[in-house]
């Protein structure tokens, strides 16, 4: 069920210009890897096929940070493309669930989680979800205390898991 991430950056555009929110690429950044969290911590399984790295500002999927460093930290006006290869064509796409080859449940399952991420971090700013990736113990935070600030180290998917299952645990002790 893993997806490209920019099939799910795509998703949180749409979802954003549905409810009159621009993105910028750091925003975007962190509702990739809440959404990539969540799944890991409900479904097991990873929701994008790349790794998410400890960058100084918070957990950052490489390929989305080239696909909008652009913009720099303007609102993203486009979506993120890729080129793929016909032959002796190159053609250029836009990566979503629409055009992606998992069954229509896990396809619906994303939206669902998408949706749902949406509604808890959609109403942050980036700083302030960069913050909260911040905060002591979490996976960022345990990367980087284990490496400083050394480059390009990703953050395990089992480690984002757990910390998320922890919070799931929490939460249902809470009920």
């Known amino acids: 069920m893993a997806y490209n991430s ?16 621009k ?4 925003k975007l950044q962190k509702l990739v890897y809440y959404a990539h969290a969540w799944c890991l911590a409900i479904k097991k399984s990873p929701l994008i096929n790349e790794r998410i790295e400890a960058w100084k500002f918070g957990p950052v999927v490489p390929s989305l940070y080239h ?32 055009n992606c080859d998992s069954a229509p449940e896990d396809v619906e399952f994303a939206r669902q989680l998408l949706g749902s991420v949406w509604k808890r971090y959609g109403k942050y700013t980036a700083l302030q979800l960069s913050e909260a990736t911040h905060q002591p113990g979490t996976p960022w935070h345990q990367v980087r205390m284990k490496y ?21 645990a929490k939460r249902r002790a809470n009920i």
Not at 7 to 19: D, H, R, Y
Not at 148 to 168: C, K, M, S
């Open 6 to 21: 920019k099939a799910i950056a795509n998703e949180f555009l749409k979802i954003g210009g549905a409810n009159g929110v």
């Open 23 to 26: 993105l910028t690429p750091m």
């Open 148 to 168: 400083g600030d050394v480059l390009n180290v990703d953050i395990p998917d089992d480690t984002i898991r757990e910390y998320f299952e922890g919070i799931v």
């Open 67 to 98: 696909a909008f460093k652009a913009v720099g930290a303007g609102a993203i006006d486009s979506p993120a493309t890729e080129l793929t290869f016909l032959g002796k064509e190159i053609r250029c796409f836009e990566p979503s669930l629409d």
